[in-house]
């Protein structure tokens, strides 16, 4: 009974820690970079588990998908795996990603290849002079390559690392860049505590034929009647930094006996373009239903957002009704069916609702095999 006691507050404590709104420690000038950063494609995450527990999954990432969110924590996966994820995210976009991984050196390494891409196709082209279309479309594609290698260094600590070639085409133009994904997982006898810093690397920066264009040049004094061809430039784009995020959080098991399983986990994340943010979830897992290798996994999550404090009747004098959708930003729930017999082939399908707040509902779907 004592023991239940101590587990039931450590949970209260890390929901309290992790879910509660992070101190403002600022001075009055805010200095947050915000919208500095392109191909935010690259947090959208990997897989329905991790969508439906949020940030805080790196706490227990230890299959395919650690090479997202953790790659130290692909070393602790006991078995090869693929995984094959498609997100529904919002005005038709949609971001698809697809991973595999090996295990090798007795379980003690692991190396995995993963691949991301969002984007869009055959949207109008609208302008000034043409606002109902001018006839052609463009599209947005979004890629990036990864190469993970994760190692166990004893039974309590693993690390990894994670290269990235970043592909980022939108319309006419295009850039490309590369970068670093570093991640620990300590194994603790309460919890796992990882420590992860994503897209570490240098900024991006756009060409291509849409910013050829044609500037008119003043004439001369005694060529003022004479009509002048304009002369060929080439606009240049600003550097774009990459997504940066530091992310730490910590997990442990609040019931594990054997066959049912209750997690409790928690982050606090500080990205490079925004306020930071901390989160919390719950995983809650039914194996091996009457011993026949089925199992059952339901999952929620909270994750606060900076605007999650967004008051858009304050400045704009007028209310709009947005303040409860906005309330909901960072909500995500989900769950899974698997079938696992062990050391043998494992299956297993997830699904995850995740809301934005005034942008609306997301749906995540994955499947992922082992053997």
């Known amino acids: 009974m004592k023991r239940l006691f101590i587990r039931a507050m450590c949970a209260a404590a890390v929901i309290g820690l992790f879910v509660g709104t992070p101190a403002n420690a600022q001075s009055d000038i805010d200095n947050t970079a915000y919208g500095s950063t392109a191909t935010e494609f690259l947090l959208l995450g990997a897989g329905a588990r991790g969508a ?22 692909l070393a602790l996966m006991d078995r090869a795996g693929a995984m094959f994820s498609t997100y529904n995210y919002i005005a038709e ?75 980022d085409q939108l319309g006419d133009v295009s850039g490309s860049s590369w970068a670093l994904d570093f991640g620990t997982n300590f194994h603790a006898r309460i919890g796992e505590r990882p420590f992860v810093i994503q897209n570490l690397g240098p900024a991006i920066k756009h060409n291509g034929s849409a910013l050829a264009v044609g500037v008119d040049r003043q004439p001369p004094l005694d060529q003022q009647n004479i009509p002048q061809e304009p002369a060929d430039a080439r606009l240049r784009t600003k550097e774009w930094n990459l997504p940066i995020q530091f992310r730490f959080g910590l997990a ?28 919390g979830a719950m995983e809650f897992a039914l194996t091996d239903i009457s011993q026949s290798g089925f199992g059952v ?13 967004l008051n858009p009747t304050g400045s704009a004098g007028f209310d709009t009704g947005l303040a409860g959708d906005e309330g909901l930003d960072g909500l995500s729930l989900g769950g899974g069916l698997m079938f696992d017999r062990g ?11 995740r809301s934005l707040g005034i942008l609306g509902a997301t749906h995540y779907w994955s499947a992922v095999v082992n053997w």
Do not use: C, H
């Open 252 to 279: 442990f098991d609040f019931i594990n006996t054997g066959a049912n399983r209750l997690t409790v986990m928690g982050e606090f994340s500080q990205p490079n373009n925004s306020n930071p943010t901390a989160g």
């Open 93 to 167: 976009t949609r971001y698809n990603w697809a991973g595999i991984a090996f295990p090798f050196g007795g379980g003690a390494r692991a190396v995995g290849v993963q691949l991301g891409t969002f984007g869009f196709s055959d949207q109008p082209v609208y302008t000034v002079e043409n606002p109902e279309g001018d006839g052609t479309v463009y599209g947005v594609s979004q890629t990036f390559v990864g190469l993970t290698y994760s190692q166990n260094f004893s039974d309590r600590f693993s690390a990894g690392l994670t290269g990235k070639v970043i592909s």
């Open 297 to 309: 996994m339901l999952r929620g999550g909270y994750q606060y957002q900076p605007d999650n404090n």
């Open 52 to 73: 439906a527990l949020g940030g805080p999954f790196a706490t227990i990432a230890n299959n395919v998908d650690a090479m997202f969110f953790n790659p130290g924590g």
């Open 343 to 353: 050391s043998g082939f494992g299956l297993s399908l997830d699904y995850a609702y």
